[in-house]
């Protein structure tokens, strides 16, 4: 599933940023760290620490995003039982 980032405002995308990696707004930090540091059992609380230049905000609004988006996902690709 290929998310639209320009759907979420905690994000950005520029060619000339991380090779246009998305990443966290008015930073360097792809949001993929987050999603790295969540699998590994980081708390959202630690990875805040860990990258200062994120906010809790953006964090929780790329959480609510992807949520969101996988939710419509699976209500649009969920089979219909006779």
Do not use: I
């Given at each position: 599933?290929?998310?639209?980032?320009?759907?979420?405002?905690?994000?950005?995308?520029?060619?000339?940023?991380?090779?246009?990696?998305?990443?966290?707004?008015?930073?360097?930090?792809?949001?993929?760290?987050?999603f790295?540091?969540?699998?590994?059992?980081?708390?959202?609380?630690?990875?805040?620490?860990?990258y200062?230049?994120?906010?809790?905000?953006?964090?929780?609004?790329?959480?609510?995003?992807?949520?969101q988006?996988?939710?419509?996902?699976?209500?649009?690709?969920?089979?219909?039982?006779?």
């Amino acid at each position: 599933m290929d998310l639209d980032w320009d759907n979420c405002p905690a994000v950005s995308r520029s060619p000339k940023v991380v090779s246009g990696a998305v990443v966290f707004k008015n930073s360097r930090l792809p949001v993929s760290a987050l999603f790295e540091n969540l699998k590994g059992g980081a708390t959202v609380d630690e990875f805040l620490e860990w990258y200062e230049g994120v906010s809790k905000e953006q964090v929780y609004d790329v959480l609510q995003f992807v949520t969101q988006s996988a939710e419509s996902h699976e209500n649009f690709v969920r089979p219909k039982h006779a």
